[in-house]
């Protein structure tokens, strides 16, 4: 080899070196930034670990009913999935009816009406078994019981690492959340309940020029890492209507919607709590707009039996809200049409089989075309914890990351200190692509304090559709997020 040839590659080195400890510094120091964050949050709040409050153990009859939830009579840890949408009736006996019994809490029902782990209702669940752990946090209690405001706010962070990529290797991004949701009609009759339920979000990378969401397909991966770490700014990803009626036999929400709340949904969905990759979450088959006006509506015909549809603007921007009446006015739609069976409504998305059917119009001023398409998910959770799950899909539309899809996968909540691990792997073919595409996730999430967790992962890719010169790539990723 000559002596240029060693020097080019000392250099090539030198540069992967300096940029792979660069967004470790990076990664460092927001880390810094969540951790200070959250404790000048925590200054706001009141933890209190009190006798009349172990971790899950209160009764329907104790003073403070938040932390009392059990599942199916049992009392779960702090952030089993199963929990995650979990609600409980008065003696912690699940109900046979299309909808939990509620009590007389004014958060008890709010994930018992609509929307998936990630929705709004479903993410101040998730929060509230969290710290269910160390006890209620007293002020958001207040309020929830007597105003019937329930508020939530999160900070995230993801660094990702990529081995190779013509482009940009590695990127750093943060989310700012704030959320809530406002019983305001029928509070006394629950859960027939009207509440509205909003959203605002700040997006953007952390000192990289890209921000994690790009790095997947810059490497020429048809997918994504990341898909709520953009560089989108300030947005607006809900401010809608949701009303159950007939005892939550018939639910809809409408105003500013996000579909990813509701189709297609299971155990693990969340992007801000489990999987990375755009395949173990959203169905990457699926054309799916952004946040934007819209409406869905929930049938429960029989205690396991629902049907979910709904449609939404095609071309909708979160970033610019004061476009969503024209954008709506083009009439360019997603639809789509659910039918699902669940063991009841209260486990809908850990037991949960279903089938969507969905169609987009073309949208001619983005010049992409619309189509159509079908998905399947299976998920359940077994006595031992473990959550399997099997997911499909196919679609006949050229705005896809890809156009047929199979994921497989579970997770497993681990120990006492609820710690939990997710494995998946996922078989896919790009639309233009003229090979199979594989990708594997594993995470591992857990708490360094209360209210703070931590999810390293690591991703292998095989085949690479876009980039037929590479076999294989590895993504390294951690994520953190601070609650209040």
């Known amino acids: 080899m000559s002596t240029s040839t060693d020097a080019r590659l000392r250099r090539s080195k030198d540069i992967v070196s300096r940029e792979v400890s660069a967004t470790a510094a990076r990664a460092a120091a927001s880390a810094c930034i969540v951790v200070a964050l959250f404790a000048l949050g925590q200054n706001g709040s009141v933890w209190a670990q009190t006798d009349a409050s172990p971790a899950p153990g209160l009764s329907s009859s104790d003073p403070e009913p938040i932390g009392s939830e059990q599942v199916d009579g049992e009392q779960v840890a702090a952030t089993s999935p199963s929990s995650v949408q ?3 009736e008065d003696e912690g006996e699940v109900s046979d009816d299309t909808r939990p019994s509620v009590s007389d809490d004014a958060g008890a029902v709010e994930s018992a009406q609509f929307g998936g782990p990630s929705s709004v209702s479903g993410q101040l669940q998730r929060d509230r078994e969290e710290q ?3 006890g209620p946090q007293t002020v958001k209690d207040r309020m929830r019981s007597r105003y019937g405001l329930s508020l939530g706010a999160d900070f995230n962070i993801l660094a990702q690492q990529i081995s190779k990529s013509p482009g940009q290797t590695g990127g750093v991004g943060g989310a700012a959340r704030f959320y809530g949701r406002w019983a305001l009609l029928g509070r006394d009759r629950e859960p027939d309940v009207g509440a509205l339920v909003f959203k605002v979000e700040y997006r953007n990378s952390l000192g990289t020029e890209l921000p994690p969401q790009a790095i997947l397909s810059t490497a020429g991966v048809a997918g994504i890492s990341g898909p709520t770490f953009s560089a989108a700014g300030g947005v607006l990803t809900n401010l809608f209507w949701t009303q159950a009626f007939a005892d939550n036999r018939f639910a809809f929400e409408a105003g500013v919607v996000d579909p990813t709340d509701y189709v297609d949904v299971y155990a693990l969905v969340n992007p801000w709590t489990d999987f990375n990759n755009l395949a173990f979450s959203t169905n990457p088959t699926i054309q799916i707009p952004n946040q934007g006006l819209g409406a869905a509506a929930r049938w429960s015909i029989t205690s396991q039996v629902y049907v979910l549809g709904g449609f939404s603007d095609a071309n909708s921007d979160p970033h610019h809200p004061e476009d969503f009446l024209s954008s709506f006015a083009e009439g360019e739609y997603f639809k789509h049409l659910e039918f699902g069976l669940v063991g009841s409504w209260l486990t809908r998305t850990t037991h949960n089989a ?19 398409g079908a998905t399947f998910s299976w998920s359940t959770e077994l006595e031992n914890g473990i959550v399997p799950f099997l997911r499909g899909g196919y679609s006949d539309s050229g705005g ?24 998946g792997v996922n078989w896919g073919r790009a639309p233009d692509g003229e090979r199979d595409q594989y990708q594997f996730e594993s995470y591992y ?9 931590v999810v390293p992962s ?23 997020r601070a609650v209040w």
């Open 458 to 480: 690591v991703q292998y890719i095989l085949n690479p559709a876009y980039e037929p010169d590479e076999s294989d790539l590895w993504l390294l990723a951690l994520r953190l």
């Open 86 to 88: 979990g609600e409980t």
């Open 445 to 453: 999430r857990t708490y360094i304090v209360r209210g703070l967790s």
């Open 132 to 134: 269910r752990v160390v």
């Open 400 to 423: 896809t990351l890809v156009d047929r899809t199979i994921s497989a996968g579970f997770g497993y909540t681990i120990g006492e200190r609820d710690s939990f691990f997710g494995f």
């Open 354 to 372: 279903h089938v969507l059917l969905w169609q987009v119009d073309d949208r001619k001023e983005a010049g992409v075309d619309g189509g159509w």
